[in-house]
């Protein structure tokens, strides 16, 4: 158990729809990262939060986006979903903003049918 | 955009076998990380590399980061059934990781 937790589990929804991944951090780390992995891909890297704040951006599509709350917890909001979207979503945290040594959570399956 | 690339893609081997991977990328990364995925569940970071040169062991498990900073390398030794699963490097720069797309073990009894 990697202390970062993430709900829900499991998600089916349709095309167009929209929703809200959630990722709690391990407690004391300030970062939060989240991840797409899909079935013939590896990990791509979305986007990264620091103590609320954006700190960077990967290959994050403008229908996707994120915020980090005071109490350090993250939601990524995934809209107008299409069936590609279908994939892992997983959250990282680390207590610094560096990218290193980053405990993953468990993922969120997403299935868009 | 910057991209690794990891190899081999799979390996079929017997316990008790030493294992070889390795990731290599065009551009320079400030540190490596290698990572290990079980089946359902999160990465786990398994060795951190900070130094170009520098040869770190955990465990079973050594990594090295090569002196370009442009590769890095991962043995297992005497492998052991539990070592299946995937195995992912990262290249990480100014808090952005880049992941190899993972080598996939499978370890025979």
């Known amino acids: 158990d990697s202390g970062v937790t993430q709900t829900p589990k499991h998600l089916i929804t349709a095309t167009g729809q929209r929703v809200t991944l959630r990722c709690s951090p391990r407690?004391?780390?300030?970062?939060v990262y989240w991840y797409q992995q899909s079935l013939d891909q590896g990990l791509q890297f979305l986007i990264q939060?620091?103590?609320?704040?954006?700190?960077a951006k990967g290959n994050i599509l403008e229908r996707f986006s994120a915020q980090q709350f005071p109490d350090l917890h993250s939601e990524l909001n995934l809209s107008s979903l299409e069936l590609g979207d279908s994939a892992l979503y997983f959250c990282?945290?680390?207590?610094?903003?560096?990218?290193?040594?980053?405990?993953f959570g468990p993922g969120t399956r997403l299935t868009v049918t | 955009g910057q991209q690794l690339n990891q190899s081999p893609q799979s390996m079929f081997i017997q316990e008790g076998e030493d294992v070889s991977m390795n990731c290599t990328s065009s551009?320079?990364?400030?540190?490596w990380l290698w990572y290990k995925q079980d089946p359902g569940e999160g990465p786990v970071l398994l060795i951190a590399?900070?130094?170009?040169?520098e040869l770190t062991s955990n465990g079973r498990l050594t990594a090295q980061f090569g002196i370009t900073r442009k590769d890095s390398f991962l043995n297992i030794s005497a492998s052991i059934p539990s070592d299946v699963g995937i195995y992912f490097c990262?290249?990480?720069?100014?808090?952005?990781?880049?992941f190899g797309d993972g080598t996939t073990l499978t370890v025979k009894p």
């Open positions: 590399l900070y130094k170009a040169g």
């Open positions: 990262a290249g990480v720069n100014a808090g952005k990781s880049t």
């Open positions: 551009s320079i990364f400030n540190t």
């Open positions: 939060y620091y103590n609320g704040e954006e700190r």
């Open positions: 990282a945290s680390s207590v610094a903003g560096t990218g290193l040594e980053q405990y």
């Open positions: 407690s004391g780390d300030l970062s």
